[in-house]
């Protein structure tokens, strides 16, 4: 089973910015896709971004423009850059990669966005 780590959670003012990590045990170059999920209290998991193994990006809309995926094959790491956070923001953060046959879950970070 990969592993996956996330990092850079935390508490924030609305408005402010985070940058989530996700680092892999495994080479991630080959993945059918990876990204972020994200669920907050007595909701359930949603898709925030995800990239495509052949480069197609999908955002939730509630953040198309401020947040941003990205990945380094050379470091098995996906970030998400969140910009102007909203408070409606606040949730768990996952990270997820999808490999033929295995699908990866890392154990979430917690985001806290302050009005």
């Known amino acids: 089973q990969m592993q996956l780590v996330e990092s850079g959670g935390g508490l924030v003012q609305a408005g402010g910015s985070l940058r989530l990590s996700c680092t892999a045990s495994e080479n991630i170059f080959r993945a059918v896709g990876m990204g972020w999920y994200r669920q907050a209290p007595g909701k359930q998991r949603e898709l925030v971004a995800n990239i495509m193994s052949g480069g197609k990006i999908n955002y939730a809309d509630s953040v198309k423009g401020r947040f941003t995926i990205s990945r380094d094959n050379a470091k098995n790491t996906i970030y998400l850059q969140m910009n102007s956070l909203k408070p409606e923001d606040t949730a768990v953060y996952y990270c997820?990669?999808?490999?033929?046959?295995?699908?990866?879950w890392g154990r979430g970070t917690q985001v806290t966005v302050a009005s």
């Open positions: 997820n990669v999808l490999q033929i046959g295995r699908n990866s």
